[in-house]
């Protein structure tokens, strides 16, 4: 087995950093998630380690909130997109014919609108309610997985096992899970890593437009636009969540571009 890179190392603590972060937000806050401790924009010192907000806030507190808000919807959005998208396709390329094109061009036709008009067009529309945040999320997301999944599944389904199991007489579940779904693991789990970075950019945009997270409730995202404007008084307060963003993205991607490398390489695929 290959010894693990650095940069992996460096990328699976900074990930696990922003999840234990999350997992104990209460615990780890120094304040409340909405306490107002001190003065507007204070400087970073022994009392706010990073200073405060437009408000008075914590900074530190309310990033460490935020990697719960965003991490969880994140999260969630993901694995629902990927429940929608990889069933979806995979019983399109299991059953071919009118089901497989009727579904494809359905995905076609979503992919063809832009995904954040149409989102902010949704939420616009629809309550401001946490759910349907994520599910719109999901929905959209799942166009792109559906798309690599049916990629994978069309392979796989020619394969000589899958006839095998099909003269058997298994039915479309079995032959889903039991003999497509094992070998098409490695590039959803590299692809799972890469949507999951992308829903939380995603939701910091939208919550940047003021359509995602509502305040006062904390997510990177809503602080960058919180604490703007002080960017013009040279205050950090917006770079502080804008870096945290930043640094959890590239964190992913190292990740994901590890487990990819790895796993060509275990096929006989490039080296090095």
């Given at each position: ?51 405060t907000d437009n408000l008075g806030r914590d900074l530190l507190s309310r990033l460490i909130f935020g990697a719960q808000t965003t991490l969880f919807v ?6 629902l997109s990927f429940a929608i998208g990889i069933c979806l396709s995979f019983v399109a390329a299991v059953t071919r014919g009118i089901v497989d094109q009727?579904?494809?061009?359905l995905n076609d036709l979503m992919m063809s609108i832009p995904t954040l008009i149409f989102a902010l067009v949704v939420l616009a529309a629809l309550p ?145």
């Amino acid at each position: 087995m290959r010894s693990i890179p650095p940069s992996a190392w460096i990328g699976m603590a900074g990930i696990a950093l922003a999840f234990v972060a999350a997992l104990f937000a209460p615990v780890l806050a120094p304040y409340g998630e909405r306490e107002i401790v001190g003065a507007v924009w204070e400087p970073m010192g022994p009392e706010h380690w990073l200073g405060t907000d437009n408000l008075g806030r914590d900074l530190l507190s309310r990033l460490i909130f935020g990697a719960q808000t965003t991490l969880f919807v994140a999260l969630a959005a993901s694995i629902l997109s990927f429940a929608i998208g990889i069933c979806l396709s995979f019983v399109a390329a299991v059953t071919r014919g009118i089901v497989d094109q009727g579904l494809s061009r359905l995905n076609d036709l979503m992919m063809s609108i832009p995904t954040l008009i149409f989102a902010l067009v949704v939420l616009a529309a629809l309550p401001q309610k946490l759910w349907i945040l994520i599910l719109v999320m999901a929905i959209l997301d799942s166009t792109r997985v559906f798309r690599l999944g049916r990629a994978v599944a069309v392979d796989i389904a020619v394969m000589d096992f899958v006839e095998a199991a099909r003269l058997r007489g298994e039915g479309t579940i079995w032959i889903i899970f039991r003999e497509i779904l094992p070998n098409a693991l490695s590039p959803l789990l590299a692809e799972f890593g890469l949507r999951f970075a992308f829903a939380v950019l995603f939701l910091s945009t939208l919550s940047f437009l003021g359509l995602g997270i509502q305040p006062p409730q904390a997510d990177w995202g809503g602080m960058v636009k919180d604490n703007s404007d002080g960017i013009i008084f040279g205050v950090p307060a917006a770079l502080i969540p804008g870096g945290a963003i930043a640094a959890l993205a590239v964190c992913v991607n190292i990740v994901v571009d590890w487990l990819l490398h790895r796993t060509s390489s275990l096929k006989g695929g490039r080296d090095g």
